[in-house]
C-alpha cells in the first residue's frame, strides 16, 4: 500500500545503557554546542552517523542501533570519556565563575525575553541577528555565571528554509519540528500533568500554552508553545512560526510572549524554587507586553493585600525594567492598529487595568506620530526605566529617531544609551584556530581579555592555517552549489563545474545577512562588468561566497536576490562568485573563517550593529564595510577598510554609484594587491596564492590579521557585552526594582505620588530673569562669572528640580554646542512661588562663549533627569 500518510507523528527516545548513561544528559544541554570537547566525544562514537545526523547529538542517538550502545557500553575507553565530559560539564554548571565575585547585591535572577534565540542550528528558532545576539547573550550569561533566564516563543515551524526556483526566485518551506526530537523539556507538575499557563481572548476564547526548556549551559530558556490540544485551531497556530500572520495573528504571539512569558516565569520559580526575576530585559519590542502584566500583578487584589495604583504599579515596574532597541529604521518596528489593541484588552486579559492607560504606553503623540496606532517601541521605552541601543552610533540615531517623546531635549540629552553588541567566541572562532591557540599557548587565550599573543604565531602558520579555513569554505560552498542546482532542476551530468568553483588560493570576499533593501545585497552589480573584471582580473582575482534569506513578504529583497543569482549563473564567471541558499549557523561555521574579507555595505546609519562582521574579524577576516553599526567605532585603518558614503542629500541613484564605485576602487586599487603583491618569500615556500612565481607570503595582509585578532578579539566579544549590561544596567536597575518594594511600596508610593504632582505644576514653572555679573569689557579663559536665575516654581520647590547653566560655544544661529553643564544652587526664597538659583562659572575657552538656563526635575527614584521628558528653558 503506498500514498498513506502518518496522522500522527512522535520521536521516541533510546534508552542509553548505564555506563554511558550520561550521553541524554550531554545532548540535551546545548552547551555542547559551543564545547569542542563534547562535540568531538559525539563524533567519535559513530563518525558517518554523526554526519548524518547533521551534527546533532540527539538525532545521533535516537538513529544508534541497541547493538551499537552496547558494544560502546562495554569499551572501556569510551566509558572513560563519557564519564569525564559528563564531570567537566558537573563543574561548569556549579563552579563560581565572574559574576560570583561582584558580591550580594548583584541580581538574583535577570529574566531576559526575545521574539527569537539562536542557539544552534538544531533549535531553528531564529531568523537572523537578532536571535543569534540573543542566544550569544545566553550563552555569555551562561559561562559568566550570570542568573540568567530566557524567555521566548517555540515555533512549530521555526522561521523558513529557503531555496531557489529554476528563475532563481528565492521559495519558502516550512518543516514542522517535533519538540520531542529537540533538546527540550516539558516543563511538568508535580503529578507529572505538563504546565499550561493561560490568557483569555476577546469573545471568550482562551490561548493556553505549554512551557518547554531547554539548558543553555548554565541558563535556562523557557519557550511557550501553543499547539495545546485544547486550544482552537487558531488558537494552536499563534505559536505557527516566527514572523508569520498578519496584525491578529502578530499581536497574539506578542501577547503570548509578553503577558505570558511573565506567568512562565512565575510557574517555573514556584516549581523549581529559583529567585523570582529582579531585572526584566526586553529585548526589542515584540515582548513588551511582559510590562502589562507585571502592573496587572502588582493592581491585582487576589494576588496582593494592598494592591497598587495604575501609576503606582507602572512606577513600580519601570524601576527594574531594561529596554533594547535593535532597529534604526521605523519601519522596524511592530505598529498596531490602536483600536485592535483596544479590542484585546477590553476584556479579561488584564482586568482592573485602565485600558487608556495601556494605549497611552504605545501612542504615537508626538510631532510626525500616527494617533491610530500602537506603537510596540514606543510602549517599551514607556515601561523601561533604563534603555539602550546596540552600538555608539546606533544609540545616537535612537535618541534621535524617539526624541519626540522628550520635546525640548537636545538629542544628545535623550536618556537613551547604548551597549555595543558582541558575539561568543567559543561559538564562533573556528575549532582549528582554537587548536592553533592551545598549541602555541597552552591554555585558552582566546576566553581572556589579552588576544595580543597572537603577535608570536609566526607568519607562515598564520597563512597556511587561512588557507586551510578557505580550503574548508570552499569544499562546502562546493557541496552546498551543486545541491541547490539540483534542487532547481540541473542534472547530475551538467554538474562537473561545480567540482571546481572557487579557488582556495583566490582572495575570497563573504557577504552573507538577512536581505532587506537598505543592506543592499546588490550593490556589487551596480557595474556588472566592472565586478566581472574584478573576478577575473588576470593577476588579482576575487571570489564572492554570498547568501541571506529574504522575509517571506519582502518582493522586493526576492527581486535583489534573483537579479544576484541570475548573475552568478553566468558560465563565464560561476567559478568566481556563488549564492549559497539557506543561510543559517551551520553555514556560518565555515563561512566566517573561510573569509579573507567581509564585505557590509549598507545604508548609513540604518545597520544598527551587525554582528557577522564581528564573527569574521574573530576568525582573522579583514572587515571592508561601510562606516555604520559596530563599524564606525572600532574600525581604526589597519583592521580592514572604510567604504567612503556619499554626502547626506544625495539621491538614492546617486548615492548607489558613487558608493559602488568607491568600492570598486577599494578592491582593485587597495585590497586585492595587498592580499597578493607584497609578498616576500618566508624560504619555505609555504602556500602563499597562486602568484606567478610566488612561493611568498603577503606580511602587510598578515599584520592586520594579527591586528584584527589581538584588538577586536576582546573588544567584539559578547562576555565584554553581557558584563556592559551587568554593571550598566542590570545592577542599578535591581537596586531601584529593591528601593522601590521596600516597605510595601512606600518608596514607590511616594515616587509616584510626586511624578503626579511634578506633571500637574510642570507647565506653570518659568524662567523670569536671568542675569550674569562680574566679567571685564574683554573676558579672558579663568575669569569668573557670576550668574542669577529667578524662577517661579508656583506650587513645587526648590528640592523638586534641578537649575542648571549650559555653556560653551555659540553657533551663529545662537545654539550651543560642545556644552557643560553647572548646576545652579538654591540661594533665596523670594515669595509668591518665585526662587533665586546661582552659581559662578569659569569661562574656560576662547572664541564665542555662550549659556544658557535649564530647570529639570529632581528625586533620587529618577535615573535620568531627562526621563520624565520636562524641562523648562530660560
Known amino acids: 500500500m503506498t500514498g498513506m500518510k502518518a496522522i500522527r507523528r512522535f520521536t521516541v527516545r533510546t534508552v542509553v545503557p548505564g555506563p554511558i548513561g550520561a550521553l541524554p544528559r550531554l545532548a540535551t544541554n546545548l552547551r555542547w554546542s559551543w564545547h569542542l570537547p563534547t562535540r568531538r566525544l559525539f563524533e567519535s562514537l559513530d563518525p558517518v552517523l554523526w554526519e548524518d545526523a547533521r551534527h546533532d547529538p540527539l538525532a545521533m542517538l535516537a538513529a544508534i542501533s541497541r ?57 531553528p528558532q531564529y531568523s537572523g541577528g537578532l536571535g543569534i545576539l540573543a542566544g550569544d547573550h545566553l550563552k555569555s550569561a551562561s559561562d559568566l555565571g550570570v542568573p540568567l533566564i530566557g524567555v521566548g516563543l517555540l515555533y512549530q515551524a521555526g522561521y523558513f528554509k529557503q531555496s531557489l526556483s529554476r528563475d532563481a526566485w528565492q521559495q519558502e518551506t516550512y518543516p514542522l519540528l517535533d519538540p520531542d526530537a529537540l533538546p527540550l523539556t516539558l516543563l511538568r507538575e508535580d503529578d507529572g500533568a505538563p504546565v499550561q499557563i493561560s490568557l483569555p481572548l476577546p469573545e471568550g476564547r482562551v490561548l493556553r500554552a505549554h512551557i518547554w526548556r531547554a539548558d543553555v549551559g548554565r541558563v535556562p530558556l523557557l519557550l511557550l508553545d501553543s499547539n495545546v490540544a485544547e486550544n ?36 517555573h520559580a514556584r516549581l523549581t524554587g529559583t529567585p523570582a526575576p529582579e531585572v526584566f530585559h526586553t529585548n526589542e519590542g515584540h515582548a513588551g507586553f511582559l510590562g502589562i502584566e507585571r502592573i496587572r500583578e502588582l493592581m491585582d487584589p487576589a494576588l496582593t493585600a494592598n494592591p ?27 505598529r498596531f492598529p490602536r483600536s485592535m489593541i483596544e479590542h484585546f484588552f477590553a476584556g479579561e486579559l488584564a482586568p482592573g487595568v485602565p485600558v487608556h492607560e495601556i494605549l497611552a504606553l504605545g501612542a504615537e503623540n508626538y510631532d510626525g506620530g500616527n494617533p491610530d496606532v500602537f506603537n510596540m517601541a514606543v510602549m517599551g521605552l514607556r515601561l523601561a526605566q533604563r534603555a539602550n541601543g546596540v552600538a555608539k552610533l546606533h544609540g545616537v540615531v535612537s535618541r534621535e529617531m524617539f526624541s519626540g517623546l522628550w520635546p525640548g531635549f537636545d538629542h544628545d540629552d535623550v536618556p537613551i544609551t547604548s551597549v555595543t553588541n558582541g558575539v561568543h567566541v567559543p561559538t564562533w572562532v573556528d575549532p582549528q584556530l582554537a587548536q592553533l591557540a592551545r598549541e602555541k599557548f597552552g591554555a585558552d587565550v582566546l576566553d581572556g581579555p589579552d588576544w595580543s599573543k597572537v603577535y608570536e604565531v609566526g607568519d607562515s602558520d598564520v597563512w597556511a592555517l587561512r588557507r586551510r579555513l578557505r580550503s574548508a569554505l570552499v569544499a562546502d560552498a562546493r557541496r552546498r552549489l551543486r545541491s541547490s542546482w539540483k534542487k532547481r532542476g540541473a542534472a547530475d551530468a551538467q554538474l562537473a563545474w561545480t567540482d571546481s568553483a572557487l579557488d582556495p588560493d583566490v582572495l575570497t570576499i ?105 564573527k569574521a574579524a574573530i576568525n582573522g577576516s579583514l572587515n571592508l564595510s561601510v562606516m555604520d553599526g559596530w563599524w564606525d567605532e572600532l574600525y581604526d585603518g589597519e583592521n580592514g577598510w572604510a567604504i567612503p558614503t556619499a554626502n547626506q542629500g544625495t539621491s538614492d541613484e546617486e548615492r548607489d554609484d558613487i558608493e559602488s564605485a568607491a568600492l570598486y576602487e577599494l578592491l582593485e586599487t587597495q585590497v586585492a594587491p595587498r592580499f597578493y603583491g607584497d609578498l616576500v618569500s618566508d624560504g619555505a615556500g609555504a602556500a602563499g596564492p597562486s602568484h606567478p612565481g610566488s612561493g611568498g607570503l603577503p606580511s602587510h595582509w598578515i599584520s592586520m590579521i594579527k591586528h584584527t585578532i589581538s584588538k577586536l578579539g576582546p573588544a567584539v566579544s559578547a562576555e565584554r557585552m553581557v558584563q556592559e549590561y551587568v554593571q550598566r544596567l542590570y545592577q542599578p536597575a535591581a537596586a531601584a526594582g529593591r528601593a522601590a518594594q521596600d516597605g510595601d511600596y512606600a518608596a514607590t508610593k511616594e515616587f509616584s505620588a510626586w511624578i503626579g504632582r511634578v506633571r500637574s505644576e510642570w507647565g506653570g514653572i518659568r524662567v ?88 529639570l526635575p529632581r528625586h533620587a527614584s529618577l535615573a535620568n533627569s531627562a526621563e520624565l521628558g520636562l524641562i523648562v528653558t530660560a
Open 768 to 855: 523670569e530673569h536671568v542675569e550674569s555679573h562680574g566679567l571685564a569689557d574683554e573676558p579672558q579663559i579663568g575669569q569668573a562669572l557670576a550668574v542669577r536665575a529667578n524662577v517661579f516654581l508656583g506650587g513645587l520647590t526648590p528640592d523638586d528640580v534641578a537649575v542648571s547653566v549650559s555653556y560653551g560655544r555659540v553657533g551663529d544661529s545662537d545654539e550651543l554646542s560642545d556644552t557643560r553643564t553647572l548646576a545652579l544652587d538654591s540661594a533665596v526664597d523670594l515669595g509668591g512661588g518665585r526662587h533665586q538659583f546661582v552659581a559662578e562659572l569659569v569661562i574656560d575657552r576662547s572664541g564665542s562663549f555662550g549659556y544658557g538656563v535649564q530647570v
Open 308 to 334: 497598587l495604583s495604575w501609576a503606582e504599579a507602572l512606577t513600580a515596574g519601570r524601576a527594574s525594567t531594561v529596554f533594547t532597541t535593535h532597529t534604526p529604521v521605523p519601519a522596524g518596528i511592530d
Open 232 to 267: 482552537d485551531a487558531a488558537a494552536r497556530g499563534v505559536t505557527d512560526r516566527l514572523y508569520g500572520g498578519g496584525g491578529d495573528h502578530r499581536l497574539t504571539q506578542e501577547l503570548l510572549l509578553g503577558m505570558g512569558g511573565v506567568k512562565a516565569l512565575r510557574v
Open 67 to 123: 547493538e551499537q550502545l552496547n558494544a560502546l557500553a562495554e569499551d572501556p575507553e569510551v566509558v572513560a570519556r563519557v564519564a569525564e565530559a559528563d564531570r567537566s560539564l558537573a563543574v561548569y554548571l556549579d563552579e563560581p565563575r565572574w559574576y560570583q565575585s561582584l558580591g550580594g547585591d548583584a541580581p538574583k535572577t535577570i529574566a531576559y525575553f526575545s521574539p527569537e534565540f539562536g542557539i544552534s542550528e538544531v533549535l
Open 510 to 614: 563573504g557577504f552573507a545577512r538577512r536581505v532587506p533593501t537598505y543592506k543592499r545585497l546588490t550593490l556589487m552589480l551596480r557595474d556588472p562588468a566592472r565586478l566581472k573584471a574584478l573576478l577575473l582580473h588576470p593577476e588579482n582575482p576575487i571570489q564572492l561566497v554570498i547568501a541571506g534569506k529574504s522575509h517571506p513578504a519582502d518582493d522586493a529583497g526576492k527581486k535583489m536576490i534573483q537579479e544576484l543569482v541570475q548573475f552568478t549563473d553566468d558560465p563565464e564567471v560561476r567559478h568566481r562568485i556563488v549564492f549559497l541558499p539557506n543561510y543559517d549557523i551551520a553555514m556560518a561555521r565555515t563561512l566566517f573563517p573561510g573569509c579573507d574579507v567581509w564585505l557590509n555595505n549598507p545604508l548609513r546609519p540604518l545597520e544598527a550593529c551587525g554582528t557577522s562582521g564581528m
